[in-house]
């Protein structure tokens, strides 16, 4: 009976998830914490992780391997990517992936947080080298924290513990000052509190190792990985000559335009004031729309993206439709301006590109306009 009622669960589960990749155009990208929990430890499944390495250690998917998103693209000091539009030479990406544990029949699921961008710029790097199982994790470590029951037991146990600790310090403190009988009732608080806490710190070690998120350093067997010039998908990354080209018509046509150029990075960043890593100069691409990226990621409900309605209601306030090419970047491309473009394949837009290098290219080359 209990089996039948868990095999009940998992379906209606299922078919929610289901129901929530159905809302959008293209139902290949994403992938639900329901549906990819039970692939934790599959030999050809690789969870992946955008996040940078000291988040990673904090808190990673077990088994799964951390590619800080930040980190994909490979430009020289002065923002020069040697061979653009890819992230990086095809032998250089193909020792960066296999050095991973990654082969080519793998799945690889890409996580962070929960936020998206660096979710979405482990799944670009990989799409874009023709990979032929790549997906986003939607939610990423909190979605799939959300659905380990260890996870609950874990959580519960810690809130116990915190009141315990807290109980006990307040005990102590009280000490100083107490004489005769309360002094006596005081130390035998203490000396509970710490019964008790031994003994859930001891639970809690337990069912640590059952938890499906766990911290420490990453541990991995190096692979071999190959990628096919012909299956490269030039389709979706661009590099900074066809985004001065689109420039050039964007401000000569205004919204007449057949290209749009989305900047998905902060206010501070498009005015300039802010800038990152070793780029010579602050501002933006003339002509470029400004649609930061938290517009798209659903953070009330710990998602990746916004339903397909939301999203779709703020590309259409911006003028983002169906039937112009669309390019969009950030500092470096994988992050925040993959994260639109994953949006747009989303809902099922067919000419998206993400400016791999994006600020760190253009801001370092002084032959290309800028605007604060």
């Avoid at 990654?102 to 979710?119: E, R, W």
């Avoid at 005990?171 to 002094?183: I, N, Q, S, W």
């Avoid at 096919?228 to 066809?242: G, H, L, M, Q």
């Avoid at 800038?275 to 003339?286: C, L, Q, S, T």
Wanted: with cysteine; aromatic share 6%.
């Amino acid at each position: 009976m209990n089996r039948l009622l868990s095999t009940l669960c998992l379906a209606a589960s299922l078919s929610a998830a289901n129901v929530l990749a159905a809302d959008y155009a293209n139902k290949d990208i994403l992938i639900s914490a329901e549906e990819a929990v039970k692939l934790i430890g599959n030999p050809k499944v690789m969870f992946v992780s955008g996040d940078n390495e000291d988040i990673y250690k904090l808190g990673h998917i077990k088994g799964s391997v951390e590619m800080y998103a930040h980190h994909l693209h490979h430009s020289d000091i002065d923002g020069e990517m040697h061979c653009a539009p890819l992230y990086r030479c095809i032998d250089d990406a193909e020792a960066t992936i296999g050095k991973k544990g990654i082969s080519n029949d793998m799945m690889v699921i890409a996580y962070d947080d929960f936020k998206g961008p660096n979710a979405t710029g482990v799944y670009s790097f990989f799409d874009s080298y023709g990979h032929k199982n790549v997906k986003v994790l939607n939610g990423g470590r909190a979605a799939m924290m959300a659905v380990d029951p260890a996870q609950k037991e874990y959580d519960a146990l810690n809130k116990e513990l915190k009141a315990a600790t807290k109980v006990q310090k307040e005990a102590k403190e009280a000490l100083k000052k107490a004489t005769g009988d309360e002094k006596t009732k005081l130390s035998a608080t203490v000396d509970q509190s710490q019964v008790t806490i031994t003994d859930l710190k001891a639970k809690m070690a337990t069912v640590e190792e059952k938890l499906l998120v766990v911290k420490g350093d990453e541990v991995v067997k190096a692979k071999t990985y190959k990628i096919d010039p012909k299956k490269i998908k030039y389709s979706v990354v661009a590099e900074k000559n066809e985004l001065k080209h689109a420039m050039e018509d964007i401000v000569k046509n205004g919204k007449k335009s057949k290209y749009v150029i989305i900047d998905g990075r902060s206010i501070t960043e498009i005015i300039g004031e802010r800038k990152m890593d070793n780029v010579a100069r602050g501002g933006h691409i003339p002509g470029a729309t400004f649609i930061e990226w938290s517009q798209i990621s659903d953070a009330e409900n710990k998602k990746s993206f916004k339903s397909a309605d939301q999203i779709q209601k703020v590309y259409d306030n911006y003028g983002v439709t169906k039937d112009k090419t669309v390019y969009a970047y950030c500092q470096v491309g994988a992050g925040r301006g993959s994260e639109h473009i994953t949006a747009l394949q989303l809902l099922g837009y067919k000419n998206v590109k993400v400016f791999t290098g994006s600020w760190d290219v253009w801001g370092n080359d002084m032959n290309l306009p800028i605007k604060r």
